[in-house]
């Protein structure tokens, strides 16, 4: 499939993600004879929003060396279907999420050396992104495979079963896409949020959620690359999250929060009284300790590693330090 018209400049080889709003698609270039992903949004309000997070950022000049270890948009169009309009962000191809990669290249996790390279690029992303261009942000992508892992990818998709065709619809499955090596990069800016904005929507993970999330996550995902065991694990009752459960691991691994911090937080009062003493809702896992939780990382100075992941995850956004006060701790 030919993915602009008029001029025709790309064609679409496979799909190759599928999310709630969008869907991603391998493509080659015509005119540069590269490859890139197309991402493509569902027609309706809102779709535009990483398209105008990537056009605020290319309005900044700044030559902050963070700005490199952000994923480029490299185009953009409209595609017209169905009476229908999508927009349409071309991207390099970048890998899987770090927790998925960590699952089906390694089957273990990395060493607490591996980890620290990609975690310093990381937060000299999210500097970049807090001090200059004034956005949240919680992605983290693998970069692009080699270009010869791409070509056999080309290769191997057009020796695939053919598309199922409906009377409606041409439904496509969705092609495993090959892994790279190196750093990571931050990407899908569509989850992006500008910061003099206020925000109430949750845009992590349940088992990530806090109450301001770039630091927070950072932690979470550096725990993720280290450890098989999950920080917080949380329940799923009757197909919801028990926000119960995971607030009193939280209380096990960090302690009780200030009395002044629960004051300013709503629905606070559904697990503590108004001393602030835990209403045993749901029982503290006492025995689960961060460093029970850090037995099986790899690596010299793990207390440094769990002292470095404590200021991170503190309860009062206010505390956690900055992008740049954790890339240079010691």
Not at 235 to 254: K, M, N, P, S
């Amino acid at each position: 499939m030919l993915f602009t018209s008029p001029p025709e400049v790309g064609l679409t080889l496979a799909k190759v993600g599928l999310g709630v709003i969008s869907t991603l698609w391998f493509a080659r270039d015509l005119v540069e004879s590269t490859h890139v992903i197309l991402k493509i949004y569902a027609s309706g309000q809102g779709r535009e929003h990483e398209l105008n997070v990537y056009t605020h950022m290319d309005s900044i000049e700044t030559d902050h060396p963070g700005k490199k270890y952000v994923r480029k948009l490299l185009d953009h169009f409209y595609l017209n279907n169905f009476q229908c309009r999508h927009i349409c962000l071309i991207h390099q191809p970048l890998e899987i999420n770090t927790s998925d990669l960590m699952q089906l290249r390694y089957g273990r996790r990395m060493t607490l050396e591996s980890m620290k390279a990609a975690i310093r690029q990381l937060l000299g992303a999210l500097d970049y992104l807090h001090s200059v261009a004034n956005l949240i942000h919680t992605e983290l992508l693998i970069p692009v495979p080699s270009p010869d892992a791409l070509s056999d990818f080309e290769e191997q998709v057009f020796n695939k079963p053919a598309p199922k065709v409906l009377k409606d619809r041409t439904i496509y499955t969705t092609s495993p896409f090959p892994y790279g090596d190196g750093l990571p990069i931050l990407s899908d800016l569509g989850e992006a949020r500008f910061g003099d904005v206020e925000h109430c929507e949750n845009i992590m993970p349940d088992y990530y959620r806090a109450p301001e999330v770039d630091i927070w996550s950072i932690a979470m995902v550096a725990w993720d690359i280290v450890s098989r065991n999950s920080l917080i694990r949380g329940e799923i009752r009757d197909d919801i999250f028990d926000d119960g459960v995971r607030i009193a691991q939280l209380v096990a691994l960090l302690g009780n929060p200030s009395p002044e911090f629960l004051k300013k937080t709503p629905m606070s009062w559904v697990f503590w009284d108004d001393s602030g003493n835990w209403k045993n809702l749901v029982p503290i896992p006492n025995e689960r300790t961060l460093e029970k939780l850090a037995a099986d990382i790899q690596g010299e100075d793990v207390e440094g590693f769990l002292r470095w992941l404590l200021l991170a995850l503190q309860w009062n956004p206010e505390d956690r330090p900055t992008a740049l006060e954790l890339l240079m701790d010691p």
